[in-house]
């Protein structure tokens, strides 16, 4: 149950707002806090005022399953004006998170404390929405327009330590001694009779309107379709003129974003990620296994990525690799790797070198003895996968975790190879591993839960996302790429460019086209792939036949001249399609944009559907997540199976119809659950 209670110590009052588990703005929270405001106000004997948190976390923001329905008053931004005309100091004792609605509110306290782990942001674009309380104006007054900018159209977080840097707090405390750093300065404010500090009061320091212009730019550039980031610039730049004014309009914004689709979309984004932590047959009172040391078997760039978010989380790692000059090679881009993110991040030199010494090569397999965790990380061939589990069984110490960083291969096959299959599991890392958050966590038939557990436990640790997954063959993910893969090869022989292809899907919301992406990626890969499996995507082949393998030899789907990353429509791409066309008999003609999607989603989809029947994967939210963090969805869009039910279930079962008629390809016949669900109205989500 919420509660905000007032406690005194001496002429100070603390207010301690207590609603697990993350202490969320509820309409009853927010009704309490106002009336022990105005308590405090009132009693005569109380000088100054701390707002405290209990539990893990000061407020992390409105409590977001009250968003959205009608609103009653006191609301956020109505506390913030109560304590902006409050005539006595308030503190704000800042622990855990302080995001969204609860930055809002410590900015309207008079003065901030943080302890040292606290992390601060304004995380409502990721909801499709913008700060409502004030933070867009209160922002800007205390940091810079710019800074401020930066932190509100990217949702991110910043430490307390730069926070404190930037002037967002005040001051920094020990966890411990929190409460006490706050009333301490509580005391002094009073004896030093020092006014409370109002950000309302002070100007935005001036800026060039060009910053507004080029966020702009940038925002429509860079989240292309995604509403929150452009409105979230509009109302950073409105902080320009005095509070009122745009205090108006950030409101205004806020509210109409609220009323709008995408806020409902990234709802469901945001509990499709609680959810997914949630397994059901996993018992919650499974003793914790504690990864302090990790192996990574393979020095090439998915080892190298997954050694580095080791590193970063602080775990010590032995990156392996029997060969020398890959060992080096490795490391070296490990290192440049680290470095440029260490400078996106701010992070300190000192700070670099300490992570980085956290990883100590080897070139011995024997050196993952002392490991409570290998991944391994060499290429994709099954036998020798086989092999070296086989070697880690011998070496690796009981209780160890073996993971393979496979993106397709059978992970049980591998556990085969063991005697401890029950300790063997598949952690699918996805390229560039420091960068890309999603793993999907693949549970074979013999993994323990405990292994299971502990495996999602430390995804989440490496700050990552752990969606859970059957061992079939290309898990979710690829499994459902590999459809969209076959059906773009099918758009080129009947008739589109592959330009036309890339722009439609850009249109629609990724940040690459499928063949652009191809490109970048390779597709010598997957056409070993399928020849080892017997399966022709005939454009795709023939474009390997000719050596086109992408960017890495200059020319794929399109032609890379001197070293360019920015591929140029090709002559010869056209005349190998051509040839292919005229071999299968297939007249071109042309695809329009929006065909173009249907027929790149909906097969996904119904393969997606299949996963979901045969239990490969859980949940439709897990689909979702997978292709927003995995593949570049649109999150604004929800995910493919929240977008199937956008557009109808029912529509998507009539077009995949069609298409298997008109294409003659059973495959792409409606799978059964998505029969069944528009047969009783339902779609994936209902
Ligand atoms: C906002 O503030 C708008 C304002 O500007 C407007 C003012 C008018 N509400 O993630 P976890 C639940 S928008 C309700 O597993 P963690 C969550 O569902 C908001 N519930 O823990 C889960 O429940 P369950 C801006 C919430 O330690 C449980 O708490 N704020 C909320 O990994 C534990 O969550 C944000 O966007 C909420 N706001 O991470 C912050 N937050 O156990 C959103 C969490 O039943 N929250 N729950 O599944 C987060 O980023 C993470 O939850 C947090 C903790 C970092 C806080």
Redesign the pocket.
């Known amino acids: 149950m919420a509660e905000v209670r007032l406690e005194r110590a001496g002429e100070i009052a603390i207010i301690e707002i207590d609603n697990p588990?993350?202490n969320?703005?509820s309409h009853a929270v927010r009704a309490a806090l106002a009336s022990r405001i105005d308590e405090a106000m009132t009693d005569d004997a109380v000088k100054a005022v701390v707002i405290t948190c209990a539990g893990?976390?000061f407020v992390?923001?409105?409590?977001?399953?009250e968003?959205g329905k009608p609103r009653s008053p006191p609301?956020?931004?109505d506390i913030a004006a109560q304590l902006d005309d409050c005539a006595k100091p308030v503190v704000a004792a800042i622990h855990?998170?302080a995001?969204?609605?609860?930055l809002?509110l410590a900015l309207a306290c008079h003065w901030r404390v943080a302890a040292p782990d606290a992390r601060l942001g304004?995380?409502?674009v990721?909801?499709g929405?913008?700060?409502?309380?004030g933070?867009t104006q209160r922002l800007p007054r205390a940091i810079g327009a710019k800074p401020a900018l930066d932190l509100i159209v990217s949702g991110d977080t910043i430490g307390a330590q730069a926070a404190l840097e930037a002037g967002l707090v005040d001051a920094l405390a020990t966890r411990d001694d929190l409460r006490a750093t706050a009333v301490a300065l509580a005391r002094r404010i009073v004896a030093e009779k020092r006014p409370p500090k109002r950000l309302r009061d002070r100007a935005v320091p001036p800026v060039p309107a060009e910053l507004f212009t080029r966020a702009r730019s940038d925002a429509a550039r860079r989240y292309r379709g995604f509403e929150a980031p452009l409105k979230a610039v509009d109302a950073v730049a409105a902080s320009m003129t005095c509070f009122d004014d745009g205090l108006k309009r950030e409101q205004a914004i806020?509210a109409e974003l609220l009323r709008g689709p995408q806020f409902g979309t990234l709802r469901h984004v945001?509990?499709a990620?609680?959810?997914a932590?949630?397994i059901s047959d996993l018992p919650t009172d499974l003793p914790p296994r504690e990864i302090a040391q990790a192996a990574i078997v393979g020095a090439g760039t998915m080892g190298g990525g997954i050694a580095l978010c080791f590193a970063d989380a602080g775990i010590p790692v032995t990156l392996i690799d029997s060969d020398r000059a890959a060992l080096e090679r490795g490391l070296a881009a490990l290192r440049r790797n680290f470095e440029s993110s260490a400078r996106r991040r701010n992070l300190p030199a000192a700070e670099l070198d300490k992570r980085l010494g956290l990883i100590k090569p080897s070139l011995r397999l024997a050196d993952a003895a002392s490991a409570d965790l290998v991944v391994e990380a060499v290429f994709e061939d099954l036998p020798l996968k086989q092999s070296i589990f086989g070697k880690l069984d011998e070496i690796a110490k009981p209780g160890a975790i073996l993971a393979t960083n496979t993106s397709y291969q059978d992970v049980n096959l591998i556990a085969a190879a063991t005697k401890r299959p029950a300790d063997v599991l598949g952690l699918h890392f996805f390229s560039p591993a420091h960068v890309m958050r999603l793993v999907e966590v693949v549970r074979a038939s013999a993994t323990a839960p405990a292994v299971l557990a502990a495996s999602l436990a430390l995804v989440?640790k490496l700050r990552k996302l752990p969606v859970v997954v059957g061992a079939a063959p290309g898990f979710v993910g690829n499994r459902m790429l590999f459809e969209r893969a076959r059906e773009a090869d099918r758009l080129l022989r009947d008739g589109a460019l592959p330009r036309d292809v890339d722009q439609a899907m850009v249109e629609f919301g990724f940040p690459m086209g499928p063949f652009a992406a191809t490109d970048l990626a390779g597709l010598d890969i997957s056409w070993r792939m399928r020849k080892a499996r017997g399966i022709s995507f005939p454009v795709a082949d023939a474009l390997c036949e000719a050596g086109r393998f992408g960017q890495k030899t200059g020319k794929g789907y399109y032609r890379y001249d001197g070293g360019s990353r920015d591929g140029m429509a090709d002559d010869e791409t056209e005349r190998i399609v051509a040839s292919v066309r005229e071999r299968l008999g297939v007249t071109s003609r042309p695809v329009a944009a929006g065909v173009i999607v249907e027929r790149l989603i909906y097969p996904m989809v119904n393969q997606a559907a299949r996963l979901l029947e045969s239990g490969v994967a859980l949940r439709p939210g897990d689909i979702d997540l997978i292709w927003i963090n995995g593949y570049g969805f649109p999150a604004w869009r929800g995910g493919p199976m929240f977008y199937a039910d956008q557009v109808g279930l029912a529509n998507v079962r009539d077009r995949l119809a069609h298409l298997a008629r008109e294409l003659g390809e059973k495959a792409l016949a409606p799978a059964p659950l998505i029969e069944r669900r528009v047969k009783e109205g339902r779609g994936f989500y209902s």
């Open positions: 588990p993350v969320a703005l893990r976390t992390a923001g409105a409590d977001i399953n968003l609301l956020t931004v855990g998170t995001l969204g609605g609860g809002e304004l995380p409502e990721k909801l929405i913008i700060p409502g309380g933070g806020f945001f509990f990620e609680r959810e932590a949630k989440r």
